[in-house]
T-cell receptor, first 114, second 112 residues
């Protein structure tokens, strides 16, 4: 089945540690996105990528890093510089970041700090 | 930048009709989306409006007025499974792309 797979479902981070969240899609979509969702809040854009080897900062990129070496994969690293990382992280993809870019979301990764 | 406003919470009765409003301010408008998100799950696409008017899809309809910066999502014949958060997202221009900005979501509670 085509879709977006995020792993792990739950992740725990220790003080000063970097952690990486995985996002893989087999929809052949060009654009991929990372959002953060806090309780009772909407989705806030962290990073997005339109094509392989290119990505742009979103509204809250500080403390995060991404790579886009393959079309199917867009991993997100939460660095130790992100002081409040506890949140629900959602990865999404769309055919292209232009007209009518309907987004398809993965099931999410819930990150907590130990 | 973009500013999107929708009510935080609404309640309704099973079988009834509910209207969830969304107002927005944006530059380079390229469409408005509605997504449904059940607690702890991923958002799923419901509707897309880019021209003024009403789009109907089964029990769900979405309306857009670009001149007023206003949209609503209409849910008919409410079912218990419609209890969820409804996210309004507006697509605006960012460089050569159109990136949706999401509102905070409206939590809908359907009771018997």
């Amino acid at each position: 089945d085509g879709g977006i797979t995020q792993s792990p479902k739950y992740l725990f981070r220790k003080e000063g540690q970097n952690v990486t969240l995985s996002c893989e899609q087999n929809l052949n979509h060009d654009a991929m996105y990372w959002y953060r969702q806090d309780p009772g809040q909407g989705l806030r854009l962290i990073y997005y990528s339109q094509i392989v080897n290119d990505f742009q900062k979103g509204d809250i990129a500080e403390g995060y890093s991404v790579s886009r070496e393959k079309k199917e994969s867009f991993p997100l690293t939460v660095t130790s510089a992100q002081k409040n990382p506890t949140a629900f992280y959602l990865c999404a993809s769309s055919i292209s970041p232009t007209y009518k870019n309907i987004q398809y979301f993965g099931a999410g990764t819930r990150l907590s700090v130990l | 930048g973009q500013n999107i406003d929708q009510p935080t919470e609404m309640t309704a009765t099973e079988g009834a009709i509910v209207q969830i409003n969304c107002t927005y301010q944006t530059s380079g408008f390229n469409g408005l989306f509605w997504y449904q998100q059940h607690a702890g799950e991923a958002p799923t696409f419901l509707s897309y409006n880019v021209l003024d008017g009403l789009e109907e899809k089964g029990r769900f309809s979405s309306f857009l007025s670009r001149s007023k910066g206003y949209s609503y999502l209409l849910l008919k014949e409410l079912q218990m499974k419609d209890s969820a958060s409804y996210l309004c997202a507006v697509s605006g221009r960012a460089g050569g792309s159109y990136i949706p900005t999401f509102g905070r979501g409206t939590s809908l509670i359907v009771h018997p």
